[in-house]
């Protein structure tokens, strides 16, 4: 039986891929902040679908998070076979007005945990010639959208390139990219979703069932729903300027949390 490890699992498109997964039989290293919350759902994924599924808990916005994720990455008496960097969150406030120190723990977690951990992963990987790594980006890589929307098409830039590098190792790497998907994000970085028009909701489940299967189809970039796929293309024929002025109004009216 095959091993995944997912960060950022307890919430959102996290938890979903570690439902799917377990439903799937993979035995399963549950990875983020919250011990309780952690063990709750290993206890759950484990009863539900009769799969190990094993916690670690580890901040990886501090070195001793990420450098606990690397040694587990790289135990080789029990490998992982595909790992799945989901952690990350947003800040509430445009350029200026997040504090340097919010802007510093962004780009720790989204893109120095991503290298270390992608790099820890991938190099058992290669020596056993098999298996796979979901970096989570966003839609927002490919818009003006300051220090988040850069941390992300970094993970996008820097999945694809590496996926280049170790093609034909039989390993495999992938960015996934969903649009606004319905989990705890937006509420824990304060922000509104009022103005969210509702058909631009992904379902956190569905968008990782089509992230798995774009994984095994050899794909280096997953843009989940053609809705968003549609939006993707236009985004190449609308001038940058524009898109930046519509994207830092779409998803950025900031409530009272």
């Excluded at 490890?5 to 983020?32: K, M, P, Q, S, Y």
């Excluded at 919010?102 to 720790?108: Q, V």
């Excluded at 969903?178 to 509104?192: D, L």
């Amino acid at each position: 039986m095959t091993t995944a490890l997912i960060t950022g699992a307890t919430a959102g498109i996290g938890a979903a891929f570690a439902r799917r997964l377990a439903a799937d039989g993979r035995n399963l290293v549950l990875v983020a902040r919250d011990t309780d919350r952690l063990e709750r759902q290993a206890t759950e994924l484990h009863d539900r679908h009769s799969i190990e599924a094993e916690v670690l808990t580890a901040d990886l916005s501090t070195d001793d998070g990420i450098a606990a994720v690397e040694a587990r990455l790289a135990d080789r008496t029990h490998p992982v076979d595909l790992l799945v960097n989901n952690a990350g969150f947003g800040n509430k406030g445009r350029y200026l007005e997040v504090p340097m120190a919010d802007e510093l723990r962004m780009l720790k977690v989204h893109c120095e945990a991503v290298l270390r951990l992608t790099s820890a992963a991938t190099e058992a990987m290669r020596k056993r010639h098999r298996g796979g790594v979901i970096n989570v980006a966003s839609v927002a890589a490919f818009v003006p959208r300051g220090t988040y929307g850069a941390s992300k098409a970094w993970v996008v830039q820097f999945t694809q390139g590496a996926a280049k590098d170790l093609a034909g190792s039989g390993v495999r790497l992938m960015a996934l990219c969903p649009g606004f998907v319905r989990t705890e994000f937006h509420q824990r970085a304060g922000m509104g979703t009022e103005n969210i028009p509702g058909w631009m909701w992904l379902d956190a489940d569905k968008v990782a069932a089509e992230a798995l299967q774009d994984l095994n189809r050899g794909k280096s970039l997953c843009v989940p729903d053609p809705r968003y796929k549609a939006l993707m293309g236009v985004t190449k024929l609308v001038p940058r300027g524009l898109l930046g002025g519509v994207s830092s109004r779409t998803g950025r009216k900031y409530g009272p949390q």
